[in-house]
């Protein structure tokens, strides 16, 4: 997620949301079946309810490797992040 | 003490969620072997490609042939570029450019090189790309502290590749 997001960082992310309450752009921490636990920024929301991720990075993992993510996985928001 | 180091005590005692925000997945497998086979089939493909030059006419088959070849060379010239530069982006860093200053020029280079091989049928061109790449190999395999050495290939088009002495 650099430069939005270092190495090392911390983030305060908000855990009680409802879904519908996600937005296009938001950075959040997501449970991914093959990824583990990532922080990613919402791309957008399909047709048939499931959330795009896209990272910061030009070399981030392509949404197409990450592929749809059901809300569920969706854990927390990012609310701010602490900065070295 | 700012704000991160008192959370980076705080994290020490609560052991707080990690998340990976990191971009490629950093599996550090890195080795220009890749680039070098791309560059010596871009070579075969050459040697092939003259031999069809002394068959005139060109049969229907010997057409079909023509087109896989410079397709083939197309394909490894548009690799070599692509591993130089993974390799090039996510593994040279600061050190191993205090190291070899001349690896932003040597990257560069090659992949003008490449355009040029790929453009034209032409082996001194392939032969100018193959040594800039070993050199590019040797580079990386001493960032790393391996020795390298130069052998010719034992397979078509047979000639020097630098190989890592692991």
């Known amino acids: ?13 908000f855990c009680y949301f409802f879904h519908y ?20 920024r ?4 399909d047709s048939q309810g499931y959330y795009w991720l896209l990272g910061d990075n030009p070399n981030s993992l392509s949404s197409d490797k990450m592929g749809p993510i059901s809300p569920q996985r969706i854990k927390s928001i990012l609310l701010f992040k602490i900065a070295k | 003490m700012n704000l991160h180091s008192i959370v980076k005590k705080i994290d020490q005692a609560l052991n707080f969620n990690t998340v990976s925000a990191h971009c490629d997945i950093p599996c ?24 069809l030059e002394g068959k005139q006419p060109l049969s229907l088959n010997d057409q079909a042939q023509f087109n896989r070849l410079v397709a083939q060379k197309e394909e ?31 990257t560069h280079t090659i992949m003008l090189t490449s355009s040029k091989a790929k453009q034209q049928i032409d082996k001194t061109v392939t032969l100018d790309l193959l040594d800039q790449v070993n050199r590019f190999a040797e580079i990386f395999w001493e960032t790393k502290g391996v020795k390298t050495f130069k052998a010719t290939c034992p397979y078509p088009p047979a000639v020097e590749l630098v190989y890592p002495k692991l």
């Open chain 1, 1 to 13: 997620m650099s430069p939005t997001l270092d190495d090392g960082e911390y983030g305060c992310f």
């Open chain 1, 21 to 40: 309450e996600l937005k296009r752009k938001q950075i959040v921490a997501v449970d991914h079946p093959h990824f583990g636990r990532i922080v990613k």
């Open chain 1, 42 to 45: 919402i791309s957008f929301l």
């Open chain 2, 28 to 51: 550090k497998i890195y080795d220009p072997i890749t680039a070098q086979l791309a560059v010596l089939t871009m070579i075969r493909m050459v040697d092939l490609l003259g031999e």
């Open chain 2, 76 to 106: 490894h010239g548009l690799k070599v570029k692509e591993e130089i530069r993974v390799i090039w982006g996510d593994y040279i860093k600061e050190p191993q450019l205090a190291q070899f200053p001349e690896l932003h020029e040597l």
